[in-house]
């Protein structure tokens, strides 16, 4: 066991976790970006993370290179960005989110599944890159 980490949001500790964590979920309405959560990026070693259902962009998980799974499934996000550095990814969810267009994931060559469904998806771009893809809902 590491020490222990403080995950806080505007100030407030929503969380502490062994720095060494693997998995980590955030239940809270009241987060909008993952960059407003204080803490996230010191936990080098996540391989799993749940975060909903406030979020409205995907931007902040630059440093999480490790993780294998991302859940943002069940919040209000529009675009994708900066999930492009995630390149160990293997299952990404963003079911019942507001996408429209999906563009920015085609460096994820290890995803194997990918969760669309309940979004309002009118433009798909670079999922053929993805040679490892097995299951894709939309």
Known sequence: MGPEIQIKYKGKVIETVDSNARELSIVSSEIKSI????GLDQLVDLEKLTV??????TEGLEKLV????????????????????????KVLNLERNRI?????????????????DGNHITRIEGLDQLVSLEKLRL
């Open 66 to 89: 490790r993780l294998k799974e991302l859940n943002l499934g069940w919040n209000s996000i529009t675009t994708i960005a900066g999930l492009d550095q995630l390149a160990n990814l």
């Open 52 to 57: 909903n259902p406030g979020l409205v962009n």
């Open 35 to 38: 960059r407003d959560i204080e």
């Open 100 to 116: 429209n267009r999906i563009k920015g994931l085609d460096r994820l060559v290890h995803l194997k599944e990918l969760v669309l």
